[in-house]
C-alpha cells in the first residue's frame, strides 16, 4: 500500500481515448512531474506530458483527485490520453521510469478501496459481477450488489444482533433485578426478538441463488445416442457448435455454449448418448460426464423414451425429431419438435425464458452468492440457537458467533486466500 500504482484503466488501445489511472501518495508527484503542474483538485484541463528527459509525450486532459474523497481512499490522478497504442506505451513508460512508482496488478486499485473503507466486500463482489454482466439481468443485480443493497442489510442484521448482545449482557450485569430478566435469566423479548431475527434471515436463503445468473441458467441436453440432441442444441445456441452424425457416440465430451435468450442468460450443455452396451473406453468416460452433467442441472430436455430421465432433477420430456416416421414417439411430451425444419422451437425457447425468469433473481434484486448465503446461514443458525438457550451465558456465545459470520460477509474479517480470489477476477485497471 505504500507503492504507487498505474494502470489503462480503459478499453484496448487503439481508441480514441485512453484513461490511465494513478493510484498512491506519490500520484501528485507523478502528475506534475508529466504535466509540469499539479492542477486544481478536481478540474479537468489540458496539459503537455512529458517524458523525464522533456520529450513530448501528448497532449491529455490530467485530474488532480486528492484523497482521501477518492475512489481508492488514496491521493489519484488520471491521464485522459489519445488512445493510441504508441501515446500509451510511452506514457506508461514514463510512469514507471519515475520512483515508487510500478504497474497495478488484476483488481489493485478495487482492492485499495476495499482496504481504505471505500467499499466493502459485498460490493466489491458485486462490482466484480458488473463488469462481467452480459446480460440486461445481470446488470441490475450486480448493480444492486455493487451500490451496497446488501450491505445496507447487513449493517442492520447486525445492529439488531448488538442490541440483543447488549441486552444479554444487561442481564448477566444485573441478574437480581427483575425489571431486566426474566424467570428464565433472558431479558423479556430477547427470544422473540432472536427467532424473528431468523425467520428474516431464512427468507433471504429461500431466495434465488446469484450462480444461475451469473453463469447462465443450466440446461442439459440428455438421452440416448441418435436422439437429437446436438442437432438441437446447434439449434438453440444458434452455432454449429456440436458435430452432429447419423454414427452412435459421435458426442463423446460434454459441451458448454452460454447464450441469452429474451435477455435471460442460459448455458446449454450438449452430452454423450446415455447407454450402457457398446460403448468404447472414451465413450464410457463421456457418458459418466454426461450422468454428472445431469445432476447439476437446473433444467434437463430429455430426448430420450418417456419416463426415463433423471428422477431428481426438474425435466422436460422433449419428442425431437418429430419430422421423422421412424422416431417413437411420447403421449406426454412438454414439447414436440424438429431442430431440421424449425417446428416447435419457437415455442421451445419462449417455455426456456418463461421457465428460467421464474427461477432467477427478479430484475434489480439482491441475489446471494454461494459464500455469502453460507454466512448468513451460520447467522441465522445462531439466532435461532441463541433462542433456544436457558443459559444467557451460550445464547451470548451464538450472538457472538452471528456477529462474526456478519462481519465477515462484508470483510471486516477473512482470509487473504479469499481476498486473492475475489480482487483476481478484476482487471489490471480495476
Excluded at 460490493?123 to 463488469?131: K, T, V
Excluded at 421412424?326 to 417455455?351: C, F, I, M, N, W
Excluded at 458467533?401 to 480482487?423: H, N
Aim: proline share 5%; with cysteine.
Amino acid at each position: 500500500m505504500t507503492d504507487t500504482i498505474f494502470a489503462l484503466s480503459s478499453g484496448a488501445p487503439p481508441a480514441a481515448i485512453a484513461v490511465i489511472r494513478v493510484s498512491g501518495p506519490h500520484a501528485g508527484t507523478a502528475l506534475e512531474a508529466l504535466a509540469g503542474r499539479l492542477p486544481s483538485p478536481r478540474r479537468a484541463v489540458l496539459a503537455a506530458l512529458r517524458d523525464g528527459r522533456g520529450e513530448a509525450l501528448d497532449q491529455a486532459l490530467v485530474l488532480w483527485l486528492p484523497g482521501p474523497a477518492t475512489a481508492t481512499g488514496e491521493d489519484c490522478a488520471e491521464l485522459h490520453l489519445h488512445g493510441g497504442r504508441a501515446v500509451v506505451a510511452a506514457v506508461e513508460a514514463a510512469l514507471g521510469a519515475l520512483p515508487g512508482l510500478r504497474r497495478a496488478e488484476a483488481g489493485e486499485f478495487t482492492r485499495r478501496a476495499f482496504a481504505n473503507g471505500r467499499i466493502d466486500l459485498a460490493e466489491a463482489e458485486g462490482l466484480a459481477d458488473l463488469l462481467s454482466a452480459e446480460t440486461e439481468l445481470q446488470r441490475r443485480g450486480a448493480l444492486a450488489m455493487a451500490g451496497g443493497a446488501l450491505s445496507r442489510r447487513v449493517a442492520e442484521w447486525r445492529g439488531r444482533v448488538l442490541a440483543l448482545a447488549a441486552s444479554i449482557e444487561a442481564a448477566l450485569d444485573f441478574a437480581g433485578d427483575d425489571d431486566i430478566a426474566d424467570d428464565g435469566g433472558l431479558p423479556p423479548g430477547f427470544v422473540q426478538g432472536c427467532l424473528s431475527l431468523g425467520e428474516e434471515l431464512e427468507a433471504w436463503l429461500a431466495r434465488p441463488r446469484a450462480e444461475p445468473l451469473r453463469e447462465g441458467f443450466r440446461v442439459v441436453l440428455a438421452g440416448p445416442p441418435n436422439a437429437g440432441k446436438s442437432t438441437l442444441f446447434n439449434a438453440l445456441v444458434d452455432d454449429d457448435a456440436a458435430i452432429t452424425a447419423a454414427e452412435p457416440g459421435t458426442t463423446r465430451d460434454v459441451l458448454v455454449r452460454t447464450v441469452a435468450i429474451g435477455g435471460v442468460p442460459f448455458a446449454f450443455v450438449d452430452t454423450a448418448g446415455l447407454r450402457d452396451e457398446g460403448a468404447g473406453t472414451i465413450e464410457q468416460i463421456g457418458v459418466a460426464r454426461a450422468r454428472a452433467e445431469a445432476e447439476r442441472a437446473d433444467l434437463v430436455l430429455w430426448l430420450g423414451p418417456e419416463g426415463e430421465g433423471p428422477v431428481d432433477r426438474t425435466v422436460w420430456e422433449i419428442a425431437a425429431q418429430c419430422d421423422r416416421s421412424d422416431v417413437p414417439t411420447k403421449d406426454h411430451a412438454q414439447y414436440r419438435l424438429s431442430a431440421v425444419t424449425g417446428e416447435g422451437l419457437d415455442a421451445l425457447r419462449t417455455g426456456l425464458v418463461n421457465h428460467a425468469r421464474a427461477a432467477l433473481p427478479l430484475p434489480g434484486a439482491v441475489a446471494l452468492n454461494a459464500r455469502q448465503h453460507v454466512l448468513i446461514a451460520d447467522v441465522a443458525s445462531a439466532a435461532e440457537e441463541a433462542a433456544r438457550c436457558s443459559d444467557p451465558l451460550l445464547a451470548a456465545e451464538h450472538l457472538r458467533l452471528a456477529r462474526v459470520a456478519l462481519d465477515r460477509l462484508i470483510g471486516r474479517s477473512g482470509t487473504e486466500d479469499m481476498l486473492d480470489a475475489l480482487f483476481g477476477r478484476f482487471c489490471i485497471g480495476k
